[in-house]
């Protein structure tokens, strides 16, 4: 698995930035393209404009937070995580 993070200070041509090279980059499978957007409104806009050009199944649009609570789970299992992030589970 390779991971790129690209940032900068004009969404625009970062997100276009972003969808030609992950397009070109990652993989087939579902979920294959993790674009990490904090502004939930911005969430559903950004999946839309993915889907105008590439596969629809291989984005995943989340925040930060989500990314990390469902990678807490993944290594304590479940009900095992308890931080202000994620929850008291």
């Known amino acids: 698995m ?3 993070f690209l940032s900068g200070s004009a969404f625009e041509p970062l997100q276009e930035a972003v969808f030609k090279r992950a397009g ?5 499978q579902p979920e294959s393209v993790v674009f990490l957007e904090a ?3 911005r969430q559903p806009a950004i999946a ?6 590439n596969d629809p199944l291989r984005l995943r649009v989340t925040d930060f937070d989500d990314l990390v609570c469902e990678y807490y789970e993944r290594l304590g299992g479940p009900g095992r995580v308890s931080t202000p992030l994620c929850g008291d589970n």
């Not at 070109?24 to 087939?28: C, E, I, L, S």
């Not at 839309?48 to 050009?53: L, Q, R, S, T």
């Open 2 to 4: 390779t991971v790129t």
């Open 24 to 28: 070109t980059v990652a993989g087939n």
């Open 48 to 53: 839309d404009e993915w889907a105008a050009v």
């Open 39 to 41: 502004n939930d409104y």
